[in-house]
């Protein structure tokens, strides 16, 4: 099934294009009008180098007139092979149709809304006839009724025009046009964009760069580039401006460089409960006497960092490259 973007706003077009598999554009004059242009052939010249295919509108009275608008449109230095010529249905449109589908001209018939004007333009060898779904269903009209009825027709009796279901309004026209079985659909920006989008979908996509991130990305790589090494001999009034500034609730206690300790926000509380007179210029040595803090290689895996902290049951590790420390790695690291 051919899909075509229906529009005649340049950015959507641009954007739609870049997609590398649009069949083609259909614009309307109320389109051009809705976006201000003002100049309709320079428009026209300037979107046939953009797609691939372009449908356009040859208007005429007579079948004469539409199609000398039809030639006068190609002397402006469009494909005939690349240029669709679209014709309000009637019978001079489909006399029209006749006489430039003799001359190789691709025609759409289109603003079909009964079976028998689709019978008309395939009868008249049109390329494409194209039913108008959405304005058929504001009337209350059975539109899928009809859509499938000019499937069922082409397939009976062997036309080869190709049926475009247009006046899409919301995705449940795009699966209508899928499942009745149409040849081709054109579609409104704002539907295309949502073609894809499907909340399991996203779902799932963002657990997989979580998982693909823990097994391919270093804990190094991981961690924030912050100094967090204090010696034992620092004050609690050091600690809390180191802690402050580098956005961590913990600093790591060093001893020319290895790890001996960690202060953390929750030692900081529970000193605060247990001491009668704190004082901001105690060290941290007599504070927290020497450990040895939760650590982890710098080359492991976020995977491996993970299984570290459930074992260990804290928030941070301290990352150790050849034997010094390195830094922290916090447990909401594994999710940035």
Known sequence: MELYLDSADFKEIESAFKLGFLAGLTTTPTFMQREGVLDVDTTIV????IVPVLQIEALGHTAEEIVAEAKRQEAL???RARTVYKIPISMEGARACKMLRSEGFLVNLHLVYTLQQAYIAMAAGATYVCPLVGRLQDQGSDALGLVAAIVDMKLQHGYDTKIMFSSVRHLEHVRNAIELGVDTITVPWKVMQQMTSNHLTQLGTDQFYVDNRKVSTTVAQAMRQVDVCMSPSASVQDALVH???GGFGAVV???E???VGMFTDGDIRRWLQSEAKPSMDQTLSSICP???????????????????FAEAKVDQLVVIEDGRVLGLLDVQDLMA
């Open 253 to 255: 206690l060093t001893d």
């Open 243 to 245: 802690m402050t500034k």
């Open 257 to 259: 460089g290895r790890p």
């Open 290 to 308: 020497p450990s040895n803090p939760a650590w982890i290689q710098s080359t492991a895996k976020l995977s491996e960092a993970e299984k570290r």
């Open 46 to 49: 300037q979107l046939a180098d």
């Open 77 to 79: 230095g469009l494909d």
